[in-house]
């Protein structure tokens, strides 16, 4: 078959865009081609059709998202302008359906999460009207953020994050929402959880990147503690500056033979603004905890641009000593499972998703409980301290939880576990 993924960005290293090249690589095993419309496609996303009005960031895209929420008062032209670019965007999808010979669509998120009403509206009509046999994997969904909650388009949401149709099967990537949307919308949902290539080895130290803690400025003596997550509010990262103060006090220095922890963001901000990277920066200065905002070394794939030399988001986890991901929201929680496939150990909250769907697997990790709040510095107690410098420092207790861990990961979240899944879901899919 021909298969089009259509989201709203498919570029970078955000969850759903990353879930999508997993989930090609797969469907290419099976025999099948794919094809990608978006608002923006990296390079890699070929063959591919572009408009950029599907982007949530396109300007007329936030104009109507920001006169949707946070109010109950629609604006005079607010729904015939959400028609018109809705019209727009079905006929976008017409030119890639047709100029791509689709025969499924796979939507990542875009019925989902209601980031751009308008995409929403046109996906909706466009199955509607034509039938075409759509996968919906749906990584977020509306009522799981707080700021969708007061709006003035409950019609359309009901009407199309998700729709109901009959041509469209839909996935979720954890068993909260395959609960949620039963209960919210009546719709039955397959899980489909966050997976990675566990088969292939992972990279090593080699040429390309040996450079990286130099060019950090961290030599051997400094522990490179690594927080793998974009930088927004619900990744909790006050958190593991905490860690990073903590290990820094005089009492455990001693534990750590000499080694200076070092917390490094690896991941752009932006996304929602930058309010909150300067937030962590001052929180970071005051407590004298060396934070590296990275991102700029980071590409999502290693390379020179412009005479700038670039590592791989890969890299970073190469060289870390330690993970941390103290988010307490998490559709999945694709981060943990690349720390998992790097074999290194690692902090994690118990956000709902991993108490519900990863922990009960039986992980090997440091847990610590936020019970929702983001600023719970008090969760870093010492036990925990404790238990991340075992992870640091002994290299018998540390092997173990890496491996015990990567064998798991092995098992329930491989591209060979979803395999047989997805080709069912496939078949099921075509009339």
């Known amino acids: 078959m021909k298969i089009g993924f259509v989201s709203t960005r498919i570029a970078g290293t955000d969850g759903v865009s990353l879930e999508i090249s997993k989930l090609a690589t797969i469907l290419q095993r099976l025999g099948h081609t794919c094809c990608y419309c978006a608002g923006e496609l990296d390079s890699n996303f070929v063959p591919g059709y572009v408009d950029p009005e599907l982007?949530?960031?396109?300007?007329?895209a936030i104009w109507i998202h920001d006169h949707c929420f946070g109010t109950t008062?629609?604006?005079?032209?607010?729904?015939a302008r959400i028609q018109t670019m809705a019209t727009r965007l079905q006929q976008s999808l017409e030119r890639f359906v047709a100029g791509h010979h689709v025969?499924?669509?796979?939507?990542?998120?875009?019925?989902a999460i209601p980031m751009h009403v308008p995409l929403g509206v046109a996906l909706t009509n466009f199955i509607a009207s034509t039938g075409m046999p759509t996968l919906a994997h749906n990584h977020d969904l509306a009522w799981e953020r707080d700021r969708f909650a007061i709006n003035c388009i409950p019609e359309i949401l009901e009407r199309c994050f998700p729709p109901a149709l009959?041509?469209?099967?839909?996935?979720?990537?954890n068993t909260l929402a395959q609960q949620a949307l039963e209960r919210h919308r009546g719709i039955s949902s397959t899980l489909v959880p966050n997976i990675f290539d566990y088969a292939t080895a992972a990279p090593a130290i080699n040429p390309d990147n040996r450079?990286?803690?130099?060019?950090?400025?961290?030599?051997?003596?400094?522990?490179?503690?690594?927080?793998?997550?974009?930088?927004?509010?619900?990744?909790s990262i006050e958190i593991a500056i905490e860690l990073v103060r903590r290990l820094r006090e005089p009492r455990y220095r001693a534990q750590l033979h000499g080694k200076e922890p070092v917390l490094v963001i690896g991941h752009r901000?932006?996304?929602e603004g930058l309010a909150y990277l300067e937030q962590l920066q001052r929180q970071a200065a005051r407590s004298a905890v060396p934070l590296l905002y990275a991102a700029d070394h980071f590409a999502a794939q290693a390379g020179s641009v412009a005479g700038r030399r670039f590592f791989a988001l890969w890299d970073a986890y190469i060289h870390a000593d330690f993970v941390t991901y103290p988010s307490v929201i998490e559709g999945f929680g694709n981060a943990l499972l690349e720390t998992l496939y790097f074999r290194l150990p690692?902090?994690?909250?118990?956000?709902?998703?991993?108490?519900a769907d990863i922990a009960p697997q039986g992980f090997d990790l440091v847990e610590i409980d936020l019970q929702g709040d983001p600023t719970n510095l008090a969760a870093i107690t010492s036990e925990t301290v404790e238990a991340v410098i075992a992870a640091l420092m002994d290299p018998v207790r540390r092997r173990f939880m890496v491996e015990w861990n990567y064998e798991l990961a092995r098992r329930h979240y491989s591209f060979e576990a979803v395999t047989p899944l997805l080709a069912g879901l496939l078949e099921e899919a075509l009339p």
């Open 166 to 173: 009959p041509a469209v099967r839909h996935l979720v990537i």
């Open 55 to 60: 982007h949530f960031a396109h300007p007329e």
């Open 73 to 79: 008062q629609p604006e005079p032209d607010l729904h």
């Open 269 to 271: 901000a932006g996304d």
């Open 346 to 355: 690692a902090l994690v909250n118990r956000y709902p998703v991993y108490a």
């Open 103 to 111: 025969d499924l669509l796979f939507v990542q998120n875009a019925l």
């Open 211 to 235: 450079a990286l803690r130099a060019v950090l400025g961290l030599d051997s003596r400094q522990l490179l503690i690594l927080q793998p997550t974009r930088v927004i509010p619900r990744k």
